[in-house]
């Protein structure tokens, strides 16, 4: 495909793969790209120093529950996706393929030792509050908020008369469970050392004054969902050492 290759007609204005490439680094999607591109090269070079390989029958099989998955079992389905992206079967399957590297790399280089370990040290900081919050327009109706709750108030009642934050307000302010570090510094310092059912504030933020209530606290458990979200911080951190540790050279 030519540079200048006429994407699509739109009231008689030629969109070409030039506007294309225009757009997406000046939107900042080009770059995310690049890095992408260089994470699987980085990837491809580590495959032989780590022995994994890819037979041409799990790659058949991955991609056959990829194309199930997508409803694309029939050869005119996954012909006519391809045209509508743009795309050959053959493109579709080096990305297919890709995956499965993926898949097998982290694999390879997050055990369930390597998870087990991260967990242990970072429990604390997986700790999760369930929240409510009101937030008010002045410090003095905040404090009032305070009283009201101190003196027996239902909080979500409170929240829905008081509160001029539209999203939680008719929720009764429930914001939802937090960790660490999602909430500013002098909020999270407060709220992860509060017992259940505190009331906490006011607290200046974005302009307004917020009064938290918490409504639980769980601790940690290493369950599917959060050995997922370890293995992928751990895989994260692999490839950040692996990219760091390769050669780049700009093009002559």
């Given at each position: 495909?030519?540079?200048?290759?006429?994407?699509?007609i739109?009231?008689?204005?030629?969109?070409?793969?030039t506007?294309?490439?225009?757009?997406?680094?000046a939107?900042?999607?080009?770059?995310?790209a690049?890095c992408r591109?260089?994470?699987?090269?980085v990837?491809?070079?580590?495959?032989?120093?780590l022995?994994?390989?890819?037979?041409?029958?799990?790659?058949?099989?991955?991609?056959?529950?990829k194309?199930?998955f997508?409803?694309?079992?029939?050869?005119?389905e996954m012909?006519?996706?391809?045209?509508n992206?743009?795309?050959?079967?053959?493109?579709?399957?080096?990305?297919?393929?890709?995956?499965?590297?993926?898949?097998?790399?982290?694999?390879?280089?997050?055990?369930?030792?390597d998870i087990?370990?991260?967990?242990?040290?970072?429990?604390?900081m997986?700790?999760?509050?369930a929240?409510?919050?009101i937030?008010?327009?002045?410090?003095?109706?905040?404090?009032?908020?305070?009283?009201?709750?101190?003196?027996?108030?239902?909080?979500?009642?409170?929240?829905?008369?008081?509160?001029?934050?539209?999203?939680?307000?008719?929720?009764?302010?429930?914001?939802?469970?937090?960790?660490?570090?999602?909430?500013p510094?002098?909020?999270?310092?407060?709220?992860?050392?509060?017992?259940?059912?505190?009331?906490?504030?006011?607290?200046?933020?974005n302009?307004y004054?917020?009064?938290?209530?918490?409504?639980a606290?769980?601790?940690a458990e290493l369950?599917?969902?959060l050995?997922q979200?370890?293995?992928?911080?751990?895989?994260?951190?692999?490839?950040?050492?692996?990219i760091?540790a390769?050669?780049?050279?700009?093009?002559?």
């Open positions: 495909m030519e540079m200048q290759d006429t994407l699509i739109v009231d008689g204005k030629q969109i070409t793969v506007d294309v490439l225009v757009y997406l680094k939107t900042g999607v080009f770059r995310d690049v591109l260089v994470e699987l090269e990837i491809r070079n580590k495959l032989p120093e022995r994994i390989e890819i037979t041409e029958a799990e790659l058949y099989e991955f991609a056959a529950q194309r199930r997508a409803r694309l079992e029939r050869a005119e012909n006519e996706y391809c045209r992206n743009g795309i050959t079967l053959a493109h579709w399957l080096v990305v297919t393929r890709d995956e499965l590297m993926l898949q097998k790399l982290r694999a390879k280089v997050v055990a369930e030792s087990a370990g991260y967990f242990a040290q970072n429990r604390a997986m700790k999760t509050v929240l409510s919050r937030v008010c327009r002045d410090d003095a109706t905040a404090k009032n908020v305070i009283r009201r709750a101190a003196a027996g108030e239902s909080f979500s009642e409170l929240a829905r008369r008081c509160s001029v934050e539209e999203n939680t307000r008719h929720c009764g302010g429930y914001l939802g469970a937090v960790r660490r570090r999602m909430l510094t002098a909020v999270d310092d407060k709220v992860f050392a509060a017992r259940a059912n505190d009331v906490l504030g006011p607290f200046w933020e302009g004054w917020s009064v938290y209530k918490i409504e606290i769980r601790e369950g599917s969902s050995k979200e370890i293995a992928d911080r751990l895989f994260k951190a692999w490839l950040q050492r692996a760091a390769s050669r780049f050279a700009r093009p002559k």
